[in-house]
């Protein structure tokens, strides 16, 4: 089973910067894919940016393309989040998700994810 710890997030200014890491569990050979969904009290769950396993396809939401940017570390079992030029929108807790299935099904539906973290905090003020 694969564990996910999300770490990273706090309170920052408009315009400011922040990096989200999510290490996995040590035994995650058959991770195919990662990535980032966020949410926020009265809305559905958003997805924010996957990477397929190796630094292959990544894909982004409309919303933070340009300003994030997910990468991963293959020999600490470890995702990231550099998110950049933050705005008030951005505030949301943020998740951290890993899938085993094929390379193929690595796109931004939640529903192709079961394996979750418990999300880290991210405020954003004006």
């Known amino acids: 089973q694969v564990q996910l710890v999300e770490s990273g997030g706090g309170s920052v200014q408009a315009g400011g910067s922040l990096r989200l890491s999510c290490v996995a569990s040590e035994y995650t050979y058959n991770v195919n894919c990662m990535g980032w969904f966020r949410q926020v009290p009265g809305k559905e769950r958003e997805a924010v940016a996957v990477?397929?396993?190796?630094?292959?396809?990544?894909d982004y939401a409309d919303s933070v393309k340009g300003r994030f940017t997910i990468s991963q570390d293959n020999g600490k079992n470890t995702v990231y989040l550099q998110m950049n030029s933050l705005k008030p929108e951005d505030t949301a807790m943020y998740y951290c998700?890993?899938?085993?299935?094929?390379?193929?099904?690595?796109?931004?539906?939640?529903?192709?994810?079961?394996?979750w973290g418990q999300g880290t905090q991210v405020t954003v003020s004006s």
């Open positions: 990477i397929r396993a190796g630094g292959g396809s990544t």
């Open positions: 998700a890993a899938s085993t299935r094929p390379f193929s099904y690595c796109t931004r539906d939640s529903s192709y994810f079961p394996y």
